[in-house]
Nanobody
Framework: QVQLAESGGGLVQPGGSLRLSCTAS????????MGWYRQAPGKQRELVAA???????SYADSVKGRFTISGDNAKNTVYLQMNSLKPEDTAVYYC?????????WGQGTQVTVSS
């Protein structure tokens, strides 16, 4: 059984930075991709960024140039560096991992951007 441990959320002022991390644990993991979704109050969950095991990345248009996703395959860990944060980035951020044909979700970490 796969478990995801997220960390790094919190309260930050507009223009500030945060770094989220997510580590997958379990036996026999064959991870094909990891990434982050977010969900703001009253809105649908949206993909923020993703990275494949081979290092291919993708981003939502709203975060391009501000967020950077990276991964450490040896540690089954993905990071999301978030810079120039805006109030509209406020949301619960959920880590996910694709293992072959199944997807596992983390419990989510709150990111609040406010002065």
């Amino acid at each position: 059984q796969v478990q995801l441990a997220e960390s790094g959320g919190g309260l930050v002022q507009p223009g500030g930075s945060l770094r989220l991390s997510c580590t997958a644990s379990g036996s026999g993991l064959v991870i094909t991709a990891m990434g982050w979704y977010r969900q703001a109050p009253g809105k649908q969950r949206e993909l923020v960024a993703a990275i494949t095991r081979g290092g291919r990345t993708s981003y939502a248009d709203s975060v391009k140039g501000r967020f950077t996703i990276s991964g450490d395959n040896a540690k089954n860990t993905v990071y999301l560096q978030m810079n120039s944060l805006k109030p509209e980035d406020t949301a619960v951020y959920y880590c996910y991992t694709n293992i072959l044909t199944s997807t596992t979700w983390g419990q989510g970490t709150q990111v609040t951007v406010s002065s």
